[in-house]
């Protein structure tokens, strides 16, 4: 198993016990994304610490106002660790305002993981159409590939994304209730697509507890009854499209 979106840095977990938890687990390798460049930093100490760990570098839409030091965003993503540019995108769940500068922070990374021959990891929350414009816009720059971290604009709008060649991220949410719109693109997403997630520390798939990639069985178990896969199988189609998005995770 290998979880694509998971958040460490200044969460409170307490290592190594909880690493040693995680790859109990039989999780083979965890992607660090980045919501600010210091976090990037942790991340990026924290993988040269541990094996299996891996770290994205960008800046979160919710600080797209806060200035980025180049030098510093370059030096990360050229760590030997560093897979890809995120996570990065559009939040408009809060309201409206500032997102010009949202979008203009998003077009502004995209093209810098094209210049650093990386993929992309995306978050974007009630801004779908705006999120798709940019990424038609800038397909051309989108060779290295991108994934739609935790996806949920529901089956409806899966083939838009799909078509500019998107994977899609699912995590504790499908173990929901009332999850309905999430199973339902889970269902439908093309399977050379799916990927797992656990968004650690949020998005439990126990509510009301913090979550951790050592949850990845029980996201993947659910995934499994949604897909009507066996769990070997869903097992062995998630880690290969994982290793197909991040290029860096084929020596796993």
Not at 94 to 117: H, N, P, S, V
Not at 127 to 156: N, P, W
Request: proline fraction near 4%; charged fraction near 25%.
């Amino acid at each position: 198993m290998i979880d694509v979106h998971a958040h460490f840095a200044e969460e409170g977990y307490e290592f190594p016990a909880e690493w040693d938890k995680i790859k109990e687990a039989g999780v083979k390798a965890v992607i660090l994304a980045a919501d600010t460049l210091e976090h990037a930093a942790w991340h990026a100490k924290f993988c040269e610490e541990h094996e299996g760990a891996f770290f994205t570098v960008g800046m979160h839409p919710e600080f797209a106002e806060r200035e980025i030091n180049s030098a510093q965003f370059c030096t990360l993503a050229a760590h030997k660790k560093c897979v890809g540019v995120g996570e990065i995108g559009l939040d408009y769940h809060y309201g409206t305002e500032g997102k010009e500068a949202q979008k203009k922070r998003f077009e502004m990374q995209i093209e810098a993981a094209d210049y650093l021959d990386l993929p992309v990891e995306i978050h974007s929350r009630d801004a779908c159409a705006d999120t798709l414009a940019i990424l038609r816009a800038h397909k051309g720059q989108l060779s290295h590939g991108f994934v739609m971290h935790c996806y949920s604009y529901g089956a409806e709008n899966l083939a838009a994304f799909a078509d500019l060649g998107a994977y899609f991220s699912f995590g504790g949410v499908l173990c929901f209730k009332n999850a309905r719109r999430a199973a339902e693109a889970a269902a439908a997403c093309p399977s050379d697509r799916i990927l797992l997630e656990t968004d650690s520390p949020y998005l439990s798939p126990f509510r009301g507890e913090k979550n951790t990639p050592a949850n990845l069985p029980v996201i993947e178990e659910r995934l499994a009854c949604i897909r009507g896969w066996g769990r070997v199988y869903t097992d062995g189609a998630t880690d290969r499209n994982a290793k197909s998005l991040f290029p860096a995770l084929k020596l796993l």
